[in-house]
């Protein structure tokens, strides 16, 4: 570095650049000058170069990244997967850099229910790439841009094949349940297809149904409604008619009940009275007996002591009678 300094201050002396005596080339004249002015520039193209080379060498890879280092001259994929960090990488070459961090596509998509009907469907899912396929990924795909539109076509396809496999209805009424068989279609589905991803959850944030389907949902839903009112009212005017029916039968019980006591009194109050006639006459029939049987009377004469008996008794009587016989015959003129 001394002589180089040496030199730069030798070729800002005016003195050396002016040649004492005509040459007959200027490599006679300045020899010593050309040459270190040639060193000088060979070392400032050499720094130059390196410079370059240590800034085509050198990468920084963000904490959100992770990357494969691709020789692009010779055309040659590493084996190692790179992080976070400073790394060397060959001249001219870069990073295949992939995501650590989780993903989140969101899709809004047209699908068909079990039962024919169109279903839009607004769906997010999360995933992330298995580290461990990375190098196999880039060499199928390239890059991630690449992979993650493959994932993206193939997702759809298994969200639609969950869509398959339940109703318009379970749509509204089994939610939860429509939401973990297109988590299940879905993971299936990247599986099978060797995306190696790796599916962490999924939300059916929203469904669609065609305006005449939820019209004709709506008009189901208010005839249940209304049956339901009606089956209702049918019962609370059952209920109604029946607590009237109870009302009435207690009423008539009571009724019954009052008149089974005023017959048995009735027939109690007939009884004594006519076991107080039957006595009267049974008493008067043996008087009647008795007397006839010590006077010795017949029955004609017992009739007679009768009614002389009931007349005297009587204070007055009043006897009713035909009319005398007519006094004449003779026609009225």
Known sequence: MAEVERRLSDLNDESVWSCSGVCEDIGECCEDE????????????????????????????????????????????????????????????????????????????????????????????????????????TLDYSTYDNWLGFVKIKSRSGIRNACAMHTAKQYQEQ???????????????????????????????????PVSYEAAVDAKESAKNYIAQATNNRAQAITI????LLKIEIDANKTLNTAATQKSITEKNAEAEAAVVYGRYVSQAQTYY?????????????????????????????????????????DEL
């Open 34 to 137: 050309v040459k270190g002015c040639c060193c000088i520039t060979w070392f400032c193209m050499v720094l130059i170069l390196i410079i370059i080379l240590l800034s085509c060498s050198l990468e920084t890879i963000d904490s959100t990244k992770q990357g494969i280092v691709y020789n692009t001259p010779q055309a040659i994929l590493g084996a190692s997967i790179s992080t976070e960090g400073l790394h060397f990488k060959p001249p001219f070459g870069e990073f295949l850099l992939w995501p650590v961090l989780t993903t989140t596509i969101s899709e809004k998509l047209n699908c068909l229910s079990s039962d024919g009907v169109t279903i839009t469907a607004t769906i997010a899912y999360q995933f992330t790439v298995d580290s461990t396929y990375l190098r196999q990924l």
């Open 241 to 244: 008619a029946e607590t009237e």
């Open 290 to 330: 008795t007397v006839r049987s010590n006077r010795s009377m017949t029955s004609e004469g017992l009739l007679a002591y009768i009614s002389t008996r009931l007349i005297d008794e009587l204070g007055n009587m009043t006897v009713g009678l035909e009319a005398p016989a007519t006094m004449s015959y003779k």
């Open 175 to 209: 939610r939860g349940q429509v939401q973990i068989d297109m988590f299940a279609q879905l993971k299936l589905r990247l599986q099978n297809g060797n995306m190696r991803a790796n599916l962490l959850d999924l939300q059916l944030t929203q469904v669609d149904r």
